[in-house]
């Protein structure tokens, strides 16, 4: 699994932090969304993807491993 985030489009929601604290955080200044693991460890993979599906403004991209 690899995660993308398009922090440019991010509203600081904070929902990814909330729910997959290990893969995302949020900038202090602005609450913009950072990526913690590019490419998380196993147990990190389903609160990725529930963070990219509850996401308001849909900046989370998951790319499954080819």
Do not use: K, N, W
């Not at 600081?12 to 202090?28: E, I, M, N, T, Y």
């Not at 849909?58 to 499954?64: K, M």
């Amino acid at each position: 699994m690899r995660v993308e985030v398009h922090a440019d489009r991010c509203i600081g929601s904070g929902v990814c932090a909330l729910v997959a604290p290990d893969v995302f955080d949020q900038r202090d200044d602005d609450g913009v969304v950072v990526l913690l693991a590019e490419h998380p460890a196993d147990e990190h993979h389903e609160s990725a993807y529930e963070a990219a599906t509850r996401c308001p403004a849909a900046v989370i991209d998951i790319h499954e491993a080819g």
